[in-house]
């Protein structure tokens, strides 16, 4: 089960009881699935995957946009298989956007198919001259009468020749920049939405390109005002990136537990390697980056949950913070388990695989440290402006409070 101990402070009852039934669904029904060799048996498992999460109602907290219940219920799955959490990632990114922006008919429709898992959801914004850059993006909707023609192609998208309804972003004024992208519903078998085919990752996790190519939808798949896309977008983002990295924290600990019990039980040199203080020293940085980047995650849920409006930089901290934590924390149980550790067969190498990735979707790390710079640069120049208008020099709070103490102070 999650370690809800080290974050009771941002959590309720129920979320600890959440915690626990789900850790337990996850022990029985989704550990014992044995991890695909490569994409087909990948993709055939994600779909059983959804089927047993939408069963056992797994999903409901995406619905109600409970960002603590859905941290926890990542965390939980990513600790037994990385598919499984990106199985609910993409239901949750598919999701969002029409709980955010969709009318009551739109969620109706392609929402609650989506939380009850009777359909696979997608996000597609990502292109080829469009990663970080997400303003950058090509693919067009054109307005024709009462639908929008999209043209385009995207890349590196989860669930691609996977999914049933795919939450699309397109251009509907390339003179409006940020301004001129729009969101749109796609369903899988709409004419003219082309599965170009699979990317095949190092660690399973169903990857393609889609092109559009004269794509007609009615304007009511549209979500949200015409333009607002890129806003809701990002407003997305900054939901789902606490539970990015929940997930983190879920292989972080798998490779925790891991590193540990081999630790204690692999004996060299007539003791245990959990006897060396250089193996206890990586035990003891993993087990405090761990607590952290928990600390991190449940802090910006907590925010959201209680009614935070954004949560930008809170969710840049949490995501930056966990997933590199996570990549260390893993590579350091590669070590402690030594040469059985990168053998393709055990859990520590599957998360070596598959921990890498979470360093670059759903906005990379450099991308994260500018969202949080940005904002100490923000603040820094509104005291700087404030300052100016009371007439005082700009100094730093911390430095004028030091000089109105004087020395010692
Ligand atoms: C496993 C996986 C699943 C994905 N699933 C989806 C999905 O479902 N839907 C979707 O739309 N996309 C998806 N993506 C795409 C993902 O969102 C992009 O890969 C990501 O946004 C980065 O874009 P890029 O790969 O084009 O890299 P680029 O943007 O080209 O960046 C390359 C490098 O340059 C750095 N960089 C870029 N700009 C700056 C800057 N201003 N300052 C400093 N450094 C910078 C980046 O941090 C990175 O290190 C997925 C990617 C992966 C790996």
């Not at 219940?69 to 598919?83: G, N, T, V």
């Not at 914004?125 to 469009?130: G, I």
């Not at 796609?186 to 990857?207: C, E, K, N, Y």
């Not at 930089?313 to 934590?325: G, N, R």
């Amino acid at each position: 089960m999650p370690d809800t101990g080290a974050v009771r402070a941002f959590l309720e009852q129920r979320h600890i009881d959440w915690a626990r039934r789900i850790a337990d669904f996850c022990a029985e029904r989704i550990a014992p699935l044995p991890a695909p060799a490569d994409d087909d048996p990948a993709r055939t498992q994600a779909r059983e995957i959804l089927e047993l999460l939408g069963k056992g109602g797994w999903l409901e907290p995406i619905g109600r946009l409970d960002l603590r219940a859905c941290a926890l219920a990542r965390e939980a799955l990513a600790h037994a298989s990385p598919l499984a959490d990106a199985v609910f990632a993409l239901q949750a990114l598919g999701a969002a956007p029409l709980l955010l922006a969709g009318d009551g008919a739109q969620r109706t429709r392609w929402a609650d198919p989506l939380v009850r898992g009777d359909a696979m959801g997608a996000f597609v914004m990502t292109e080829p001259d469009a990663g970080s850059d997400v303003a950058a993006m090509r693919t067009t909707a054109t307005r024709d009468g009462d639908a929008y023609v999209l043209n385009g192609r995207k890349t590196l998208i989860s669930n691609a020749g996977l999914a049933d309804t795919y939450t699309v972003f397109a251009v509907t004024d390339a003179n409006a920049g940020r301004n001129g992208i729009s969101c749109f519903v796609v369903p899988a078998d709409t004419p003219g939405l082309r599965f170009i085919g699979p990317q095949v990752m190092s660690a399973p996790h169903p990857l393609g390109e889609l092109a559009f190519e004269d794509c007609r939808v009615p304007s009511s798949h549209r979500l949200g005002e015409e333009g607002a896309g890129f806003k809701l977008g990002m407003a997305v983002l900054d939901l789902v990136r606490p539970t990015v990295a929940a997930a983190a924290c879920g292989m972080a600990a798998r490779a925790l537990e891991e590193a540990a019990t081999h630790a204690t039980s692999r004996m060299q040199f007539g003791q245990p390697l959990a006897g060396f203080q250089l193996v206890q020293e990586k035990l003891a940085r993993m087990a405090m980056d761990l607590t952290a980047a928990r600390l991190l995650v449940y802090r910006a849920a907590w925010e959201k949950d209680g009614g935070a409006p954004r949560i930008t930089v809170e969710a840049a901290m949490a995501k930056a913070f966990a997933t590199e934590a996570a990549q260390r924390i893993v590579d350091d149980a590669v070590q402690i388990l030594g040469g059985r550790g990168v053998l393709a067969d055990h859990p520590v190498d599957r998360l070596y695989r598959a921990v890498r990735a979470l360093r670059i979707y759903e906005g990379t790390t450099e991308i994260q440290h500018l969202i949080i710079a940005r904002q100490i640069v923000k603040d820094a120049e509104a005291r700087a402006a404030d300052a100016a208008r009371r007439g005082e020099p700009a100094a730093s709070s911390s430095h004028a409070a030091a000089q109105a103490a004087g020395p010692g102070g």
